[in-house]
Nanobody, 121 residues
Framework: QLVESGGGLVQAGGSLRLSCAAS????????MGWIRQTPGKDREFVAV????????EYADSVKGRFTISRDDPKNTVYLQMNSLKPEDTAKYYC????????????????WGQGTQVTVAS
């Protein structure tokens, strides 16, 4: 089970940190990522951290602003989001996948329920 938290309403230019607590599986054994979706639009890859923790991949739209990380003892994955823009508004899903560095939503096997992020202009 993946449970996200940390979403909310923030002004443009602000920051939020999303958390994803995993139970029933160990985050260090999976590629862990974040996917976001806005109503009426396709799901969009945001970021992924390899199971080894040594490799990350980001969507071009968030590079330099978002950082994905992991706390193994807490079995939790984070997404630090800085310099937020109104176009970052979406529901953010924590995901886990068995492939090396999945960047497509369909490559992920497990999904959380999502947490809403709203960025006001």
């Amino acid at each position: 089970q993946l449970v996200e938290s940390g979403g909310g309403l923030v002004q443009a230019g602000g920051s939020l940190r999303l958390s994803c607590a995993a139970s029933g599986r160990t985050v260090s054994r999976w590629s862990m990522g974040w996917i976001r979706q806005t109503p009426g639009k396709d799901r969009e890859f945001v970021a992924v951290l390899s199971w080894s923790g040594g490799t990350t991949e980001y969507a071009d739209s968030v590079k330099g602003r978002f950082t994905i990380s992991r706390d193994d003892p807490k079995n939790t994955v984070y997404l630090q989001m800085n310099s937020l823009k109104p176009e970052d508004t979406a529901k953010y899903y924590c995901v886990a996948g068995g492939t090396k560095l999945p960047t497509r939503p369909y490559e992920y096997d497990y999904w959380g329920q999502g947490t809403q992020v709203t960025v006001a202009s």
